[in-house]
DNA sequence: CATACATTTGAACAAATGTGCAAGTGTTTG
DNA sequence: CAAACACTTGCACATTTGTTCAAATGTATG
């Protein structure tokens, strides 16, 4: 009845099978995954949510989302850099200034339901 | 028709108050984007995205779930426990085995959104 | 074309963070 | 009650990351 030996701390083994090789499936597309972890570490900033949160309403130049945000310019635009790598914010050009504005609606929507899971 | 002197960096004047002022707006309550800001961070590590959707669908043990997402028990139990602080996640204990489960359907919304924002 | 200005970028640094080991806790079981 | 086991926790370490300063870029304008 007794198994091999049992490794010290659970390590190999598994209680149960289906329930791990369910949740495995979940996770199988590992750049999926990666890319909604990117998605969450950015907005996961305080300086950077806020930033996109500033968005929300109409698009500002980097100026003037340095002051609603309360940091400096140079601050916001490294951040902006990060935001517009992953796609969240798209950016317009105009002489020398520059306005950004959210890139996706999906952003906003998982940011109501963060917001929704605070408000309990 | 010259104003001040200005400042070198735009930093203390704004182009356009209105917007400035309207963006503050959204994020007035500090508390709040903080808070929010924890949750995405909390998502925004790949192990503990792994282990939130793991979840989804049933409950997992400690063992199964560092199966699941391919780390270690400790690795995985230390990532539970700030998962747990954020009231992410939640456990049920049996016997010497601990249960963990999602403790709030609003994250597997956020998730969803997030997901179909790189779907495209 | 020189100056002013909005924005970007690079370098440097402190602070935060994820991981793994080893030891500790608590529960079952022979 | 001792051994086995699932899980947690403290510590240490390497890595990542956010911020700031200073310099660079690019655009308008007098």
């Known amino acids: 009845m007794k198994k091999e030996k049992k490794a010290p701390v659970c390590e190999v083994e598994i209680v149960?099978?289906?329930?791990?090789?369910?949740a495995q499936k979940k996770i199988a597309d590992t750049d999926q995954v990666l890319e909604?972890?990117?998605?969450?570490?950015?907005?996961?900033?305080?300086?950077?949510?806020?930033?996109?949160?500033s968005l929300i309403n109409s698009e500002l130049c980097v100026c003037d989302l340095a002051a609603a945000?309360?940091?400096?310019?140079s601050t916001v635009s490294h951040q902006l850099r990060l935001l517009r790598n992953a796609r969240l914010v798209k950016y317009r050009?105009?002489?020398k200034m520059v306005f950004y504005s959210i890139d996706d609606k999906h952003i906003n929507d998982a940011i109501e339901?963060?917001?929704e899971h605070t408000e309990e």
């Open 93 to 95: 050009k105009d002489g």
């Open 36 to 53: 909604m972890a990117e998605i969450f570490k950015l907005l996961g900033e305080p300086t950077r949510l806020k930033i996109v949160l």
């Open 69 to 73: 945000v309360d940091s400096n310019v």
């Open 113 to 115: 339901k963060i917001k």
């Open 16 to 22: 149960d099978e289906k329930k791990v090789a369910q």
